[in-house]
């Protein structure tokens, strides 16, 4: 298994400098505590939840940005670990081995503002009572959607830091807790030293080459060797923030990254006809195939929105006329959900390496 920013589902990690919760908004906190989040020096143990699995980690965070995430739960993972200084991405994988080196996911982020401004056209925000989480006195902010298809979801940050400690989505007036902080020490900024990791002696090196941003429908279709389905709009207020194109020699795929403000999805799309696929298709995921292109959907959303979504990608396709030499398999609706980050494959022959052990791994 390896690494990659475009499928891993990402829980956006926030925090802020201290406020005075009387003279500001919930949209104002939430705001402070996006653009400041990256910046409290802090360790935590965190747990997060996603599809029916569960997950949990030590964050260790600096101010100057740098992170390092050590995996604790599930035990299939434990001791998987990486580094992020916001420029490049180093992740261990002990029980293959691989070292993998990328590019930061947080250089494609969306602009905090601008996420804001599209989550206000689609929620309504409002404080609740005060609780208390992790040890920590927290303000607790509800975002109800404006479409009743949607989940509300309510965030619980800290009062004197305003960092985001509890993300609950509540569905049918049941809530899920998807991120919860279990312990948190704050830290000063003072004194900090390098964030690691210490692979062991022959461990392969594995470099992604950075994604490609698509630039035009004839960009794509000549690096992917298909056209690319984007439609002009999207249900619930979901906007295109993201257009990837990545190939390597286990295949190419078109990444759309699409967000509410809040929720966020990837809608994958492959060419059936290459000869090495991305990933296998499976229709239990809820993978669609139409003229020859796959596609699949993933993001921290219900399966019913997950399916409209898909559902404004691949209908234009069904209604226009179809090529008489090309054959499309049957759409139908399913409930399954499919993986939450976008699903592993070893990619062990991007410009391999072996780690001499000396130095410790550092950004």
């Keep these: 298994m390896v690494v990659n920013s475009l499928r891993l589902p ?29 910046r409290i020096p802090l360790t935590a143990i ?12 030590k964050l260790e965070q600096q101010k100057s940005g740098y992170t390092r995430v050590t995996v604790l739960q599930p035990l299939s993972r434990a001791g998987m670990a990486s580094i992020d200084d916001g420029k490049k991405w180093v992740t261990y994988i002990p029980d293959r081995l691989r070292l993998v080196i990328q590019e930061s996911p947080r250089k494609n982020m969306i602009d905090p503002k601008e996420l804001l401004r599209i989550a206000t056209r689609n929620y309504t925000f409002r404080f609740e009572a005060d609780d ?19 989940p509300m979801r309510r965030y619980s940050v800290d009062k ?6 509890r993300l609950e989505v509540i569905e049918a007036g049941v809530p899920s807790t998807v991120h919860d902080t279990k312990s948190i ?26 994604h490609i941003k698509m630039s035009s429908p004839t960009h794509a279709k000549r690096e992917l060797g298909f056209e690319p389905v984007l439609p002009s709009k999207l249900p619930y207020g979901f906007v295109i923030h993201q257009r990837h194109i990545v190939k390597d020699e286990d295949g190419r795929f078109l990444a759309v990254r699409v967000t509410d403000g809040l929720a966020s999805g990837t809608i994958y799309q492959w060419s059936k006809s290459d000869s090495q696929q991305p ?18 959907v993933a993001g921290d959303m219900p399966a019913r929105i997950r399916f409209k979504l898909l559902e404004s990608f691949i ?32 990619k062990d022959t991007q410009r391999p390496g072996i780690y001499t052990p000396g130095a410790p791994i550092r950004l």
């Design 10 to 38: 990402v829980i956006l990690i926030a925090a802020s400098i201290p406020y005075l919760a009387s003279a500001q908004s919930a949209q104002e906190i939430l705001l402070k505590s996006m653009v400041e989040g990256r």
């Design 46 to 57: 965190i747990q997060n939840s996603s599809g029916g699995m569960m997950s949990q980690v």
């Design 132 to 150: 208390e989480v992790a040890g920590q006195k927290v303000r607790t902010i509800l975002a109800v959607p404006k479409s009743r298809d949607l």
């Design 160 to 165: 004197e830091t305003c960092y985001l400690l």
């Design 185 to 210: 020490k704050y830290g000063d900024g003072r004194d900090e030293k390098p964030l690691e990791l210490n692979p062991p002696e022959r461990t392969r090196q594995i470099h992604l080459a950075p």
């Design 279 to 296: 990933w296998k298709f499976d229709e239990k995921l809820g993978d669609v195939e139409l003229r020859g292109v796959c596609f699949r």
């Design 315 to 346: 209908g234009p396709m069904r209604s226009a006329p179809e090529e008489p030499h090309r054959r499309s398999r049957t759409f139908e609706r399913t409930e399954t959900r499919p993986t939450e980050g976008v699903p592993d494959r070893e």
